[in-house]
């Protein structure tokens, strides 16, 4: 199946630090959202966004839908270890007629105390 | 946000057999999904299961092999059917909400067939 196009692979960065991660399709969405997986778990939605341009934070964490509908980024701000974790977007394409959700790749988050 | 329970959280099965996996929701929710995430891979969409009909399978994905019920609209299965190594995997359920655009994650089940 379809997949988003996510970068970086992975992260390892030390406590503290800022993070940027982000997603492009060949396809416009009109829902973008990213979600957190901790191991043994499944993924947590952290920040849901609708409408192009969107700028949204939920505590340290911000993400923004891209003006042109493909695209979308995740920005954490001064890490802590429990930030650790797998990180993906999901996107639900316009004018689909459906409700399914498109993932991306993944981003795996190590963060060094 | 809805809440999901999962069953069986985790099971190791021989080859040749076949598991069912029940996803409990504890109120109405508008779509019920399967998916399957195999090792260190993203999540791929098995099926939309729907509510009193034939669940609608994504490319690659067959009925025969995973076959889904949704008998309401807080409860569905995913059956593996005839396992192999090959379908060691997570496999996840979700739901969209009434009157919400949140997607929500069970805690998966994760198989083992050996």
């Known amino acids: 199946g379809q997949q988003l196009n996510q970068s970086p692979q992975s992260m390892f960065i030390q406590e503290g630090e800022d993070v940027s991660m982000n997603c492009t399709s060949s396809?416009?969405?009109?829902?973008w959202l990213w979600y957190k997986q901790d191991p043994g778990e499944g993924p947590v939605l952290l920040i849901a966004?609708?409408?192009?341009?969107e700028l949204t934070s939920n505590g340290r964490l911000t993400a923004q839908f891209g003006i042109t509908r493909k695209d979308s980024f995740l920005n954490i701000s001064a890490s802590i270890p429990s930030d650790v974790g797998i990180y993906f977007c999901a996107g639900r394409e316009l004018n689909t007629g459906f409700q399914k959700l498109v993932f991306g790749t993944g981003t795996r988050l190590l963060v060094s105390p | 946000s809805a809440v999901i329970s999962q069953k069986p959280s985790r099971d190791i099965c021989q080859r040749g057999t076949s598991l069912t996996i029940q996803c409990q929701v504890d109120s109405q929710v508008t779509m019920m999904f399967w998916y399957r995430q195999q090792p260190g891979q993203s999540l791929t969409l098995i099926a939309t299961?729907?509510?009193?009909?034939?669940?609608?399978?994504e490319s690659g994905f067959v009925i025969d092999k995973f076959p889904i019920s949704r008998p309401n609209l807080t409860f569905s299965t995913l059956t593996v059917s005839n396992m192999s190594p090959e379908d060691s995997s997570i496999y996840l359920c979700?739901?969209?909400?009434?009157?919400?655009?949140?997607?929500?994650f069970g805690s998966g089940t994760r198989l083992t067939v050996v």
């Open positions: 299961a729907n509510q009193g009909s034939e669940a609608t399978y």
């Open positions: 966004l609708y409408k192009a341009g």
């Open positions: 396809s416009i969405f009109n829902t």
């Open positions: 979700s739901v969209l909400g009434q009157g919400s655009y949140g997607y929500t």
